[in-house]
């Protein structure tokens, strides 16, 4: 099951078309005003394309984007990059990458304050540096996500998870198929139900009472209603549309509705009626969806627009069965939009789903095994001793956790100290025309593009290794002693490290601090010793806009190195402590030891340039056999690899007295005092 890293993105009340954003991420905070990019005439009509486009779906696959579909991207676009602009846009850019280092996907959570802009359908948010809608991809679900003062615990559930299903068709509507519904859920959920996943009940009558009666008779997980949905403008209220005594319509609101489904064990509401998220400009909890989040459930499926009984089916089927399979709900309503897409092609359908949640992490249950329902008296004391003693366990950990974040906050010895490198554009590898001592693998030189990221002021030392070795039980340099680093040399970088233990001491570092570090990449490492930005010395300069700066063929700038700079050449003929040569050996941002000393390890892989982040060098499940990079010279090294662009490689197994790192964060070193760079992210 995936986990997920939250980007808050809060969308306040403003004036006129500018909106204040604030993103709370992985990355650190960031805040924009967003304008909004149309009038009102506008963005009606972009609604009204949205809709036709909506009704058309299903038609035969064409090479390219129809004229309705293709209107529905751009709509999606610009929201996209009204929205996630500048600071935000970086803050969303970086958090991506922290979640992809960390193996998790990142959960964007909508908070939109004003309800003129919670009306609109933001699940069509496409972002085009990607090439795709954000909400199709498992790695970013989007909720809309209201903060509601309920306590929220998942429910331990034995299968089945049980649903309890209700059809309305008053006489005085466009009447449904009652039978053919009914036969399209149970369609959906058949492998489940003949699985033991889910039980199906269909409440018998259509009024207010017997759904009343049937919530007594629980207890329910989840309930589904089919049926008709509207908005009442006089009440600024949703409501669904179910029978009276005679059989007639009869307007039950969505508070009225939330009353009838108290209950502590329903989780989930799934609404298959029009309109059900549908709601006022006026008002945030006005649609169905949102007042039922309101009263205190956890999750509600709606629908924003009308869905087609294909499309309908594969989105039940798809989203209960992730749901049995553990997933989130938020996962699991991706799930459903990717399985909508692949059924129904060329259709826009998968956009209708709106989630609206108050669970932190989209868990709604939490699954036992199967096997476990059997012989459930027999096994209930078991059940219980063994449910105490997990619990103790979670305990126990919960504990070992809590002292190690507290360690990490009085900030001892073991965390690195960081310099933050401001996004932009960057020239990767060497120039022959003014470096006359390049390697055909260092060209050509190209421009790179970098988002904002915080790299290690000097390679992890001895001391801080060791913190690792003792708190994680990790294997000893082999030239320590009784588990301890040379004496004398603690605050010397560590050597004989494998791209394998460097590897593992970020991930006990980022365990244990909650934060995104990460061995950097080539081109992390590259920006932070040899580029400057236009105002600095030392170098030649590159012109051209937001990228335009300074290239430098070692951290100071383009002077040949002497024993002042770095240590390199065997002058010292051992590693020296990190910082004996600064600050004349720093780089332009403040990075120390970036020439000389040890070589340092980066996640890359050694491939040709120019340099891809996308093309699988950054693959950290590469395999032993495949070269990583590691950069910087060491004390042994000539001034030829002292340079900031000459690239070594080495299998990630292997070790030596010159091989150490240091390590890049993403995650949150903006929240830091940082004096330097900290107010440009």
Same mark, same amino acid.
């Given at each position: %099951? ?31 005003? %967003? ?63 922290? &979640?992809? @280092? ?41 909720? $809309? ?24 068709? *008053? ?43 049937? %919530? ?17 403008? !006089? ?62 459930? *956890? ?27 553990? =997933? ?22 998968? +956009? ?35 449910? !105490? ?19 990490? $906050? ?16 960057? =020239? %990767? ?26 790299? +290690? ?25 009784? +588990? ?19 590897? !593992?001491?970020? $991930? ?7 934060? &995104?570090?990460? @061995? ?27 990228? !335009? ?10 002077? #040949? ?34 020439? +000389? ?15 891809? *982040? ?12 495949? #070269? ?20 070594? $490689? ?18 949150? #070193? ?12």
């Amino acid at each position: %099951m995936m986990d997920y890293l939250d980007f808050d993105l809060e969308i306040n009340p403003g004036s006129g078309r500018m909106y204040p954003v604030v993103a709370r991420s992985p990355a650190g905070d960031a805040r924009e005003t %967003m304008y909004f990019p149309f009038s009102e005439l506008e963005l009606e009509n972009k609604l009204l394309t949205l809709e036709n486009a909506l009704l058309r779906s299903g038609g035969a696959l064409r090479r390219v984007l129809s004229k309705e579909l293709q209107a529905v991207q751009d709509f999606g676009r610009e929201l996209f990059d009204a929205l996630l602009l500048r600071k935000v846009g970086e803050c969303y850019t970086m958090s991506l990458r922290d &979640a992809a @280092l960390q193996g998790k996907g990142l959960r964007l959570k909508l908070r939109i304050n004003t309800p003129q802009l919670a009306a609109l359908p933001w699940e069509f948010l496409f972002d085009a540096g990607r090439a795709g809608y954000v909400c199709l991809s498992q790695n970013t679900p989007v909720v $809309r996500y209201l903060e509601v003062l309920h306590p929220l615990r998942p429910l331990t559930v034995a299968p089945p998870l049980r649903i309890l299903a209700m059809i309305a068709s *008053p006489s005085d509507q466009h009447p449904l198929n009652v039978e053919l519904e009914k036969q399209r859920v149970e369609t959906a959920l058949d492998d489940l139900r003949a699985g033991g996943l889910v039980e199906l009940i269909w409440l018998e009558g259509q009024t207010w009472r017997h759904l009343q009666r049937a %919530m007594r008779h629980g207890p329910w997980h989840i309930f589904h209603f089919v049926g008709h949905g509207d908005y009442d403008p !006089a009440t600024e209220e949703g409501l669904i549309a179910l029978a009276d005594e005679r059989g007639r319509t009869y307007c039950l609101h969505a508070t009225q509705l939330g009353h009838l489904l108290a209950n502590r064990d329903l989780r989930l509401v799934v609404l298959n009626a029009c309109a059900g998220a549908k709601g006022s400009t006026r008002d945030l909890f006005s649609s169905t969806a949102a007042t039922l989040v309101q009263r205190g459930l *956890p999750a509600v499926l709606a629908m924003q627009y009308a869905i087609t009984d294909r499309a309908a089916i594969e989105c039940a089927r798809t989203f209960y069965e992730a749901l049995a399979d553990g =997933l989130p709900v938020d996962a699991a309503v991706v799930e459903a939009r990717v399985a909508i897409n692949l059924t129904v092609p060329n259709s826009v359908e998968w +956009g209708t789903p709106v989630l609206y949640t108050r669970a932190p992490d989209g868990v709604l249950f939490r699954m036992e095994e199967v096997g476990v329902k059997t012989q459930r008296s027999e096994g209930a004391e078991e059940r219980r001793s063994e449910g !105490a003693e997990e619990q103790r366990s979670r305990g126990v950990e919960e504990q070992e956790r809590a002292w190690a974040r507290e360690v990490v $906050r009085r900030r001892e010895a073991f965390e690195p100290e960081l310099v933050v490198i401001p996004a932009g554009e960057f =020239l %990767m590898g060497s120039d022959p025309e003014r470096d006359k001592n390049v390697y055909e693998d260092e060209q050509p030189q190209h421009g790179l593009y970098l988002p904002a990221y915080a790299i +290690g002021k000097t390679p992890v030392t001895n001391a801080q290794y060791a913190a690792f070795v003792a708190a994680a039980g990790y294997r000893v340099p082999r030239h320590w002693e009784n +588990g301890k680093p040379p004496q004398g040399k603690e605050q010397h970088p560590v050597v004989d490290v494998t791209w394998h233990d460097a590897l !593992a001491y970020c $991930r006990w570092l980022a365990e244990m601090t909650g934060k &995104a570090y990460m @061995l950097p990449s080539e081109a992390e490492w590259e920006k932070a010793a040899s580029w400057a930005e236009a105002q600095e010395s030392g170098g030649a300069e590159v012109q051209g806009g937001k990228g !335009a700066g300074k290239k430098r063929i070692w951290p100071w700038g383009d002077t #040949p190195p002497t024993p002042e700079f770095c240590n390199f050449d065997n002058h010292v003929k051992d590693t020296t402590p990190v910082g004996a040569y600064s600050p004349r050996g720093n780089s332009a941002y403040g990075c120390v030891d970036m020439a +000389g000393n040890v070589w340092e390890w980066t996640r890359s892989v050694f491939k040709a340039y120019p340099y891809d *982040p996308a093309d699988g060098r950054e693959d950290l499940e590469a395999g032993d056999d495949v #070269p990583r990079v590691l950069r910087g010279g060491a004390f042994y090294s000539n001034v030829n690899a002292a340079r900031c662009a000459y690239r070594c $490689r080495n299998n990630p197994d292997n070790h030596g007295d010159g091989y150490g790192f240091r390590v890049v964060m993403g995650a949150s #070193p903006f929240s830091l005092s940082l004096d330097s760079g900290a107010s440009e992210l």
